[in-house]
């Protein structure tokens, strides 16, 4: 999975700052489902957050003990904060979410083998950080190609619209 870090030059409509976008989880899974979910976070990897580094390759969520948890989110280390010993930059990272949401993605992580992967991470108004994440399947190599193709056939008919004017 591939992650763009962005910082503040990228903004979502309703004004919130996006982070990181996991650009290749769409082509890789089919999303059923998306949730939005805080993050529990010491200040140390807020700090690196709000200097826009950051990524979500790789990432995914892990039920465990009735909570769901983000594993392999890589915040680098804030340099300014080493005296704090900073924190671990791969370490998991607790997903702040309803209990029957929880629940819900437990059993379909469970029972049906489907996996949630977070979407993009991004701060709100209120300088709060939020992952969205997606209830989702992997998808086959057909379907990859056929994602594939819709793009180009989308891309050549955009083009060929603005050609003829």
């Keep these: 999975m591939s992650s763009k870090s962005g910082g503040a030059k990228r903004k979502l409509s309703d004004g919130s700052k996006i982070i990181a976008d ?6 890789n899974y089919s999303i059923s489902e998306t949730f939005e979910a805080g993050l529990m976070l010491v200040g140390s990897e807020v700090k690196s957050l709000r200097a826009g580094q950051g990524s979500l390759n790789d990432a995914y969520a ?4 009735g909570e769901l948890f983000l594993v392999n989110l890589y915040i680098p280390s804030y340099l300014q904060a080493a005296h704090q010993q900073g924190h671990s930059t791969r370490r998991p990272r607790k997903l702040l979410l ?3 949401e929880i629940e819900k993605m437990s059993a379909a992580i469970t029972r049906q083998g489907m996996t949630v992967v977070p979407l993009k991470m991004y701060f709100t108004d209120k300088g709060r950080v939020k992952v969205e994440i997606g209830l989702a399947q ?13 793009r180009s056939w989308a891309r050549d008919k955009a083009r060929l619209l603005r050609d003829k004017g």
């Excluded at 996991?22 to 082509?27: G, I, M």
């Excluded at 892990?62 to 003990?65: G, L, T, V």
């Design 22 to 27: 996991n650009r290749k989880a769409r082509f």
């Design 98 to 100: 309803h209990k029957r």
């Design 62 to 65: 892990q039920a465990k003990d």
């Design 138 to 150: 992997g998808k086959k190599m057909a379907d990859k190609r056929e994602t594939i193709k819709a």
